[in-house]
């Protein structure tokens, strides 16, 4: 809790906006709070057996506090402890976090795959951050026809104004985007 803390004062911009959490300005996060968060981490892997769901919650946290900036985040890592919570704390949630995880390890097609299988699943049909996370995903591989459908999706699902105003900023640039992908110039 201490280390997802930390981060509360970077998470919103000055106008209320949601920063995402590689855009952060990590020297806002509150180095007490990642101490005490770490330290509590360190007594809870000290009692040893196999780890919880809060054990590894945190340790996932953890890799995010101990990265300077977000390029040196230990992304197999995350990847590996989200793989162990889905076996202690099995859910459609946890695979979409681990499916992030995987795209950031592995590249965007990767996560891609695993967040296509979610949406075909259903369990995650309403949850705003399916979407996004597959809009995000489709961006970065150049699909941006479908990433814009995607940020508008979850923009409508969404009962955050900010979230939503986000989501449908992300949705026009992937417009401008695919646009200009069909505008190329002749020769």
């Given at each position: 809790m201490e280390i997802q803390a930390s981060r509360v004062g970077a998470r919103i911009g000055p106008s209320g906006e949601p920063i995402l959490l590689l855009e952060q300005n990590?020297?806002?996060?509150?180095?007490?709070?990642?101490?005490?968060?770490?330290?509590a981490l360190d007594r809870g892997l000290a009692l040893g057996g196999r780890p919880g769901p809060y054990v590894l919650q945190a340790s996932i946290a953890a890799c995010h506090a101990r990265a300077r900036t977000a390029g040196e985040t230990d992304w197999g890592r995350i990847v590996a402890f989200y793989g162990l919570l889905s076996g202690v704390s099995p859910s459609p949630i946890v695979e979409l976090n681990r499916a992030v995880a995987v795209a950031m390890a592995d590249g965007p097609a990767a996560g891609l795959d695993l967040v296509d299988a979610l949406d075909a699943e259903g369990a995650l049909a309403s949850y705003h951050l399916l979407p996004s996370v597959r809009g995000d995903l489709l961006a970065k591989v150049g699909r941006h026809a479908e990433a814009r459908r995607d940020f508008e999706r979850a923009a409508s699902l969404t009962r955050n104004a900010r979230e939503r105003r986000l989501l449908l900023e992300?949705?026009?640039?992937?417009?401008?985007?695919?646009?200009d992908g069909r505008q190329k110039p002749r020769s």
């Open positions: 990590r020297a806002r996060w509150d180095q007490l709070l990642i101490r005490r968060g770490l330290a992300r949705a026009a640039a992937c417009g401008d985007a695919a646009a």
